[in-house]
């Protein structure tokens, strides 16, 4: 027979139990504090007393018993509202070995290296006059003696940087000049002038004479000079490039043909196996003297044409050999970069100018370059980012000519408002530093167990 709903189930005592402290809602978890981190007297009081006040409000007392039992509780730290306060914190970690012993192995950041001061102005300014004002000409160089050779109109002038001492090295006739390029040898001594004749006198500036002249290599004037050991290479108005043995009698050794019109830029790469070259026909020519043939004309390597006006600046890279930075007149105004190896085009950067000039600096990854109008300024690059970090003024008229020094600190620049400029640019190199001592053994201090 069915009990009906109000038969009663039987529960074991421990369900009962835990039936019992659910209904009650007390918490019966078990925690064992820091005793020692505690204040059982507060904790008691709060325990007790304390909470009668908050849930048993007794009868209302007077405003100055008020205000003392605030007293009294601000006194004793009675306002709290936690009973199980932890007073003492977690002891420093100390580090059983001290960090010294390991200063070997850690890698230490290396600091920011300081921002280089670069002069806005130039240093010196010498007068150039008669200096001529073509953009096609080569008339400025610095010798690895220390002396600078520049020409003005039909003289050339040698200015020794040593002591500042100025002195003439030669003047051509009125019908064989002006001057249209000069060049120092490496060894710093002998000096070839290009004339507009067609002619190239190789002098000996030590000794102030004319050794000898080179005739036959061009049919008009000779506009760019390069040096490769004792081969100087000519560039000329009629558009050939001709290698010239200086110590033979039958003086012409080679032959690059592929320019078109005026051969306004000669440089050999410093490995001396590579030898490019920049006209007015906008093309610029890589020659490799594996190719060199003495019967016929040589072949050139690359043939590149991303320039839209003369190529006349061109400087090789001093810490990459196969880099070659080549400049625009002014219908380009273009820094391009190569790789003369491939022939591929790096990077090409607009500089809203005509490019007269371009200079690595020997110490640092910059890159300078000279201008025309409007500002007729030189421009200092980082490479290979090619962000300016200096604009260098003070030149009137375009910057058509730039030499570096031998130490490769200051650079000389000539204008068509014929002055003569030096600029600190590139500064001096920094001085190595000796290298550090060996950090000692850890523990190296203390005594050994034999």
């Not at 890279?317 to 196969?322: D, E, L, V, Y």
Request: proline fraction near 5%; aromatic fraction near 8%.
């Amino acid at each position: 027979m069915d009990a009906g709903p109000n038969k009663v189930q039987s529960r074991s005592p421990l369900q009962e139990r835990v039936r019992q402290r659910k209904c009650s809602g007390e918490n019966l978890d078990r925690f064992i504090p820091n005793r020692s981190a505690m204040d059982f007297d507060y904790a008691h009081y709060m325990l007790t007393e304390g909470k009668k006040g908050k849930e048993n409000p007794v009868a209302t007392c007077s405003p100055s018993r008020e205000a003392y039992q605030k007293k009294l509780a601000e006194a004793f730290n009675m306002n709290r509202t936690r009973i199980l306060a932890f007073k003492n914190k977690p002891p420093t970690l100390i580090d059983p070995i001290p960090k010294e012993f390991f200063s070997a192995s850690v890698h230490q950041s290396k600091p920011a290296k300081p921002r280089r001061h670069i002069p806005q102005s130039s240093e010196r300014t010498l007068d150039a006059p008669e200096l001529v004002d073509d953009f096609y000409l080569n008339l400025l160089d610095w010798g690895s003696s220390n002396v600078l050779a520049i020409a003005l109109s039909n003289t050339v002038y040698l200015w020794d940087a040593s002591n500042g001492s100025t002195s003439e090295l030669v003047t051509i006739d009125d019908e064989d000049g002006p001057v249209t390029s000069v060049s120092w040898a490496p060894d710093g001594r002998h000096m070839a002038i290009g004339l507009n004749n067609s002619h190239v006198q190789i002098w000996d500036s030590t000794a102030n004479r004319q050794l000898r002249t080179l005739r036959g290599c061009h049919r008009s004037r000779v506009d760019s000079l390069a040096w490769n050991n004792h081969v100087l290479t000519t560039g000329g108005m009629d558009g050939k490039i001709m290698n010239n043995d200086v110590r033979v009698r039958e003086h012409i050794v080679e032959t690059y043909r592929g320019h078109q019109q005026e051969v306004c830029g000669l440089k050999w790469s410093a490995s001396g196996q590579q030898l490019a070259s920049g006209g007015n026909d906008n093309l610029l020519f890589i020659w490799d003297r594996s190719m060199a043939s003495s019967n016929s004309p040589t072949q050139w390597l690359h043939r590149l044409e991303d320039h839209t006006a003369a190529v006349k600046a061109l400087a090789w890279c001093p810490f990459q050999g196969n880099l070659l930075a080549s400049g625009g007149g002014g219908g380009d105004q273009c820094i391009k970069f190569w790789n003369t190896h491939t022939g591929a085009c790096l990077n090409s950067v607009n500089t809203d100018s005509q490019v007269c000039s371009l200079l690595w600096s020997k110490h640092e990854r910059e890159l300078l370059s000279s201008h025309g109008f409007t500002q007729n300024q030189l421009t200092l690059w980082k490479y290979p980012s090619m962000v300016k970090m200096a604009e260098l003024t003070g030149h009137t008229s375009r910057v058509l000519f730039m030499a570096q020094s031998p130490d490769g600190n200051t650079v000389a620049s000539a204008a068509g408002d014929e002055t003569l400029r030096f600029w600190n640019v590139f500064g001096s190199p920094e001085v190595a530093k000796p290298a550090p001592k060996a950090n000692p053994e850890p523990f190296a201090h203390l005594s050994r167990i034999r």
